[in-house]
């Protein structure tokens, strides 16, 4: 059984105060969170200290197995975890048991690549005078790793920092995202049941802003991991010092379909419907601007617009639900403003544009200006656009006109084309023949420009939470 209760009893008797957790649904409350004091930061993050000197003696075997045994736990746990996620964050059921089922495979990959850090070794001898000399490099912990983790995926984004820092044979303070902290809390369990020793794993709940200084602000603190949004993100760099950073920021995403598809438009359609509205596009890499060209743009429209229209607006605790309540009613004011401005500069709304109770239906419009804020903004909603471009290098222009760079998808037959559009995007990652809504857990992940600085992705997080050492020794001496 996984119990969050002693935990979060724990938590409360320090907090000076409790905040409500509400069902973005219902409006029920779910759980009432201590809002933990900066005391209560700081002195995790001195036992997360004191419990890195197990951790980082502790054989890699060992980690391995404990990441594994949580792996099978969570798994066993799923219902639990997913119905959970529902509840928090208002996420649709179907889509909950796909976040659950990655962080699955998310500590597998983490249990896997705890065996595999390895180092290299380095011809000393291929420099003058290095003669004599063997040297190996080996990466050690680096101690207590901060990490500030967004609303959308509570779960999954939470186990992409906590997999590779316990990998690594560090120990981890997690700040979860206010609206959401209650999957975190279940993982630690299933990792504390699995083995990890008690503190190398806390949670401090509470304000992001205030909670976060302490983080920043601790000489304990050798690394901060955080997603989320860009605002936030250049904030945490600018106050990071000489801590190691890593930033997962939010994007634009922009897909072009090119006419080379003309016999492939249905299916393209219904993976563009699930990649911009999947969890009603609170998703970073939500596919937000879409690129079609001309010569098939009625037909692709047509399509586009079927798919959408059948997406069923409801209760994310049902089977049936695709689209559900935004995370809160500022986002649906804020999207409605939006498309009230994309609309008064000639937007034409072809599917949605209008309230259904706590969410938005899903929207599209077309003929939207590249300074509107759906093209030029992250939506973090279900509202995309459709524009029409004549070539293929007008879609990589308009694509690359972006201050994000994440994630982008082209769908073409032509392979030079896919080349160039793989060569030249300004982008992290770039799917030919997907959506850009994609992500496999253990592929490097990271974005440019406003999307972020440093890299997820099992392996590549661990890399940037380890500290490379270099060995030499002189056999000539
Ligand atoms: P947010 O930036 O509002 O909050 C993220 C976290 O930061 C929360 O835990 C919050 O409490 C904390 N926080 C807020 N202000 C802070 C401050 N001043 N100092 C320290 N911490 C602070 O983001 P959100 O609304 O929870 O999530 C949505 C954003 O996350 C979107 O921009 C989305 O694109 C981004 N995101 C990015 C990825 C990625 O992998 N690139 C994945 C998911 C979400």
């Known amino acids: 059984m996984l119990d969050i209760n002693n935990y979060l009893n724990d938590l409360r008797k320090d907090a000076e105060n409790t905040y409500a957790l509400v069902n973005p649904h219902t409006l029920d409350v779910v759980e009432d969170v201590p809002e933990c004091t900066d005391v209560q930061m700081e002195e995790a993050i001195q036992r997360a200290g004191e419990a890195f000197n197990e951790m980082k003696s502790m054989p890699s075997v060992k980690r391995s197995t404990i990441l594994d045994e949580a792996s099978r736990k969570v798994a066993a746990h799923k219902e639990l975890f997913a119905h959970t996620i529902v509840k928090e964050a208002g996420k649709p059921i179907r889509f909950a048991r796909g976040e659950v089922a990655r962080a699955v495979e998310t500590l597998k990959f983490s249990a896997i690549e705890a065996r595999k850090l390895e180092g290299e070794s380095i011809r000393l001898d291929a420099a003058p005078n290095g ?36 990998a690594a044979g560090n120990t981890i303070v997690v700040k979860p995202a206010e609206k959401t902290p209650l999957s975190a809390m279940l993982l630690r369990e299933a990792l504390v049941q699995s083995g990890l020793p008690e503190d190398a794993f806390l949670i401090i709940t509470g304000d992001g802003p205030r909670l976060g200084k302490v983080l920043l602000n601790s000489s304990d603190i050798q690394k901060i991991t955080f997603t989320g949004s860009p605002e936030v993100g250049k904030l945490i760099k600018s106050q990071a010092g000489l801590k190691k950073v890593t930033l997962e920021l939010g994007n634009n995403s922009a897909l072009y379909v090119d006419e080379s598809m003309r016999g492939k438009l249905k299916q393209i359609a219904a993976k563009t419907a699930v990649g911009a509205f999947a969890y009603n596009g609170q998703v970073c890499i939500s596919t937000q601007r879409i690129y079609v060209h001309a010569s098939i743009a009625d037909a692709f429209k047509k399509e586009l617009i079927q798919e959408v229209n059948n997406m069923q607006y409801g209760d994310p605790s049902k089977e049936a639900t695709d689209v559900s309540a935004l995370i809160d009613d500022q986002s649906q004011d804020r999207l409605m403003d939006w498309i009230e401005e994309a609309k008064g500069n000639g937007a034409a709304v072809i599917a949605g544009g209008e309230k259904v109770e706590r969410g938005i239906k899903p929207t599209i419009l077309t ?46 037959t032509d392979l030079s084309q896919a080349m160039q559009f793989g060569h030249e995007l300004d982008v992290g990652q770039v799917f030919i023949n997907d959506v850009p809504t994609l992500r496999f857990d253990h592929m490097p992940y990271g974005g440019r420009k406003n999307s972020g600085y440093g890299y997820e992705g099992v392996k590549y997080a661990i890399h940037e939470m380890v500290n490379r050492k270099l060995i030499s020794l002189n056999y000539t001496f």
């Open 367 to 412: 003929d939207v200006k590249r300074t509107d804020k759906i093209s030029c903004q992250e939506v973090f909603g279900p509202l995309a656009l459709l524009n029409t471009v004549s070539s293929a290098e007008e879609a990589l222009h308009e694509m690359n006109e972006s201050e994000y760079g994440l994630n982008a998808g082209v769908f073409t």
């Open 131 to 166: 003669e004599g000399r063997d040297a190996y490099t080996i990466y050690e912990p680096i101690g207590v790793v901060g990490a500030i983790t967004p609303f959308n995926f509570p779960l999954n984004l939470v186990v992409h920092k906590v997999g590779p820092a316990i």
